[in-house]
């Protein structure tokens, strides 16, 4: 059995460039979602942090995708190829180092594994069953209380960075820490059959259900499925520009989506 890439569509929120990213290798795929920088300057050579991490993360789970090895086993990696990353540009003793969410999916013979850190949404349905979601939802609670609460926007991410980045509440994101990415990864195996498909979604495409309210999870799949990720995407930035909504989140962010299936 494969597991085959039949679609995916990524756009920027706004002027500045995209750090959402999408992968895909031997039977594996991906979306990667960079954090967004919450210091004013980094010291390292390149735009954003997140432009300097995305691209390496993505290489770090290319090169496990090659190895044949489950969805959680490809974040582990990644995380500790991502602690000799910070190790090397002297990050390691950073407050809030870069940071990404993270969704991967493997086939591995007859076993199909998902897992995902960070708000990164993965969707999987077999063959005329139903919608199964992994997304840790505490995220999207976080995000809430922390716009709801106005008096320190600053000081509330910065908080919710550490936690996320120390493993102290119930949620975590790709972080050069393999035991807290180990210990709070959400993952979820399932027997593969042929016509399995699996969306991989990003929180700022997630934005259609999560936020907007526009389609329910069982729409956006079947419009992913049947019409390509593009149409997701599409649909997403016509409601940015007709509503200019500003409810509880910043107007738009980056948005990345993939569709694989199993053959």
């Known amino acids: 059995m494969e597991l085959i890439c039949r679609s995916t569509s990524s756009s920027p929120g706004g002027e500045k460039p995209n750090e959402d990213s999408i992968g895909f290798g031997s039977s594996s795929a991906w979306v990667i979602d960079g954090a967004t920088q919450v210091v004013a300057s980094t010291p390292l050579d390149s735009a954003t942090e997140a432009s300097w991490l995305v691209p390496r993360i993505s290489e770090a789970l290319s090169f496990a995708s090659s190895s044949s090895i489950t969805a959680s086993q490809a974040l582990i990696y990644a995380a500790e190829k991502l602690a000799e990353l910070l190790e090397g540009e002297d990050l390691t003793q950073v407050d809030t180092p870069p ?36 997304f840790n939802d505490s995220f999207l609670e976080n995000e809430r209380k922390g716009v709801e609460d106005e008096h320190d926007v600053e000081h509330g ?50 934005r259609l259900v999560d936020v907007y ?23 997403l930035r016509e409601h940015e520009v007709l509503t200019r909504e500003d409810a509880l989140y910043k107007r738009a962010d980056d948005a990345a989506v993939l569709h694989a299936r199993v053959y």
């Open 99 to 134: 940071v990404a969410s993270v969704g991967v999916a493997s086939l591995v013979g007859r076993a199909l594994e998902v897992a995902t850190v960070g708000d990164v949404t993965i969707l999987v349905r077999a063959a005329g069953g139903e919608i199964s979601r992994v």
């Open 157 to 206: 991410i910065m908080k919710r960075r550490r936690s996320y980045i120390s493993g102290t509440g119930r949620a975590t994101v790709l972080t050069g820490n393999p035991a807290v990415v180990e210990r709070l990864a959400l993952c979820q195996a399932h027997v593969a059959t042929a016509g399995m498909d699996v969306i991989i979604a990003s929180d700022g495409l997630m």
């Open 213 to 235: 309210d526009i389609l329910t999870t069982c729409e956006l799949f079947d419009l992913v499925v049947n019409e390509g990720s593009y149409r997701a995407v599409a649909l």
